[in-house]
Protein backbone atom coordinates (compact mmCIF):
# COMPACT_ATOMS: atom_id res chain seq x y z
CA UNK A 1 0.00 0.00 0.00
CA UNK A 2 1.30 3.46 -0.89
CA UNK A 3 0.66 6.75 1.19
CA UNK A 4 1.03 9.93 -0.20
CA UNK A 5 1.01 12.87 2.76
CA UNK A 6 1.08 16.28 2.04
CA UNK A 7 1.81 19.29 3.36
CA UNK A 8 2.71 23.08 2.83
CA UNK A 9 -0.82 25.21 1.76
CA UNK A 10 -2.09 27.62 2.99
CA UNK A 11 -3.49 31.38 2.54
CA UNK A 12 -1.19 33.55 0.86
CA UNK A 13 -1.17 37.04 -0.72
CA UNK A 14 -0.51 37.79 -4.37
CA UNK A 15 3.19 37.75 -5.24
CA UNK A 16 3.93 35.74 -2.07
CA UNK A 17 5.58 32.16 -1.42
CA UNK A 18 4.72 28.99 -0.08
CA UNK A 19 6.43 25.23 -0.54
CA UNK A 20 4.41 22.16 -0.62
CA UNK A 21 5.34 18.83 0.74
CA UNK A 22 4.89 15.37 -0.20
CA UNK A 23 5.73 12.42 1.82
CA UNK A 24 5.21 8.89 -0.20
CA UNK A 25 5.88 5.83 1.55
CA UNK A 26 5.38 2.00 1.06
CA UNK A 27 6.41 -0.04 -1.47
CA UNK A 28 7.27 2.37 -4.37
CA UNK A 29 9.02 1.36 -7.22
CA UNK A 30 12.40 2.99 -6.63
CA UNK A 31 12.07 4.12 -11.09
CA UNK A 32 8.68 6.68 -10.84
CA UNK A 33 7.78 9.70 -11.09
CA UNK A 34 6.44 12.26 -8.72
CA UNK A 35 4.35 14.81 -9.40
CA UNK A 36 2.06 17.72 -8.30
CA UNK A 37 -1.50 18.57 -9.95
CA UNK A 38 -4.20 20.87 -9.38
CA UNK A 39 -7.94 21.18 -9.45
CA UNK A 40 -9.60 25.03 -8.82
CA UNK A 41 -13.27 24.99 -8.60
CA UNK A 42 -15.23 24.33 -11.89
CA UNK A 43 -12.19 23.00 -13.54
CA UNK A 44 -10.55 19.70 -14.39
CA UNK A 45 -7.68 18.62 -12.52
CA UNK A 46 -4.68 19.83 -14.47
CA UNK A 47 -0.38 19.27 -14.06
CA UNK A 48 1.36 21.72 -12.33
CA UNK A 49 4.86 19.89 -12.54
CA UNK A 50 6.37 16.19 -12.56
CA UNK A 51 10.14 15.24 -11.49
CA UNK A 52 11.14 11.56 -12.23
CA UNK A 53 13.49 9.50 -9.92
CA UNK A 54 16.60 10.46 -12.65
CA UNK A 55 15.94 14.52 -11.86
CA UNK A 56 14.01 15.23 -15.26
CA UNK A 57 10.72 17.73 -14.71
CA UNK A 58 8.18 18.88 -16.14
CA UNK A 59 6.15 22.31 -16.18
CA UNK A 60 2.96 23.55 -17.03
CA UNK A 61 3.60 26.58 -18.80
CA UNK A 62 1.39 28.52 -16.62
CA UNK A 63 4.38 28.02 -13.85
CA UNK A 64 6.96 28.04 -15.63
CA UNK A 65 9.68 30.45 -14.18
CA UNK A 66 7.85 30.65 -10.96
CA UNK A 67 7.59 27.31 -9.41
CA UNK A 68 10.46 24.35 -9.09
CA UNK A 69 9.77 20.79 -8.01
CA UNK A 70 12.73 18.80 -6.67
CA UNK A 71 12.75 15.78 -4.52
CA UNK A 72 14.41 13.25 -2.23
CA UNK A 73 14.59 10.26 -3.60
CA UNK A 74 16.37 8.67 -0.12
CA UNK A 75 13.01 9.25 1.54
CA UNK A 76 10.49 10.08 -1.47
CA UNK A 77 9.72 13.38 -0.66
CA UNK A 78 8.74 15.55 -3.65
CA UNK A 79 8.67 19.61 -3.27
CA UNK A 80 6.89 22.63 -4.60
CA UNK A 81 8.44 25.90 -4.62
CA UNK A 82 6.17 28.36 -5.42
CA UNK A 83 7.11 31.82 -5.79
CA UNK A 84 4.90 34.74 -7.80
CA UNK A 85 1.80 33.48 -6.44
CA UNK A 86 -1.43 34.67 -8.24
CA UNK A 87 -4.70 34.65 -7.64
CA UNK A 88 -5.50 31.82 -10.39
CA UNK A 89 -2.92 29.65 -8.63
CA UNK A 90 -5.95 29.48 -6.51
CA UNK A 91 -6.84 25.39 -5.74
CA UNK A 92 -6.48 22.39 -4.19
CA UNK A 93 -2.93 20.87 -4.98
CA UNK A 94 -2.56 17.27 -4.89
CA UNK A 95 0.82 14.90 -5.02
CA UNK A 96 0.71 12.00 -7.58
CA UNK A 97 3.20 9.40 -7.79
CA UNK A 98 3.44 6.95 -10.88
CA UNK A 99 5.24 4.35 -12.64
CA UNK A 100 5.23 1.48 -14.48
CA UNK A 101 6.32 -2.48 -14.19
CA UNK A 102 4.24 -4.65 -16.15
CA UNK A 103 1.44 -2.64 -15.28
CA UNK A 104 0.79 0.87 -14.83
CA UNK A 105 0.80 2.20 -10.52
CA UNK A 106 -0.87 6.23 -9.85
CA UNK A 107 -1.07 7.15 -6.59
CA UNK A 108 -2.39 10.01 -4.74
CA UNK A 109 -2.58 12.29 -2.04
CA UNK A 110 -5.68 13.87 -0.05
CA UNK A 111 -4.97 17.29 -1.46
CA UNK A 112 -3.95 20.98 0.00
CA UNK A 113 -5.50 23.86 -0.60
CA UNK A 114 -3.54 27.28 -1.99
CA UNK A 115 -5.45 30.43 -1.74
CA UNK A 116 -3.78 33.35 -3.33
CA UNK A 117 -5.74 36.62 -2.35
CA UNK A 118 -5.79 39.72 -4.03
Known amino acids: QVQLVESGGGLVQVGGSLRLSCAAS????????MGWYRQAPGKQRELVAT???????NYADSVKGRFTISRNNANNTVYLQMNSLKPEDTAVYYC????????????WGQGTQVTVSS
Open 96 to 107: NVRWFWFATYDY
Open 51 to 57: ITSGGST
Open 26 to 33: GSIFSRNA
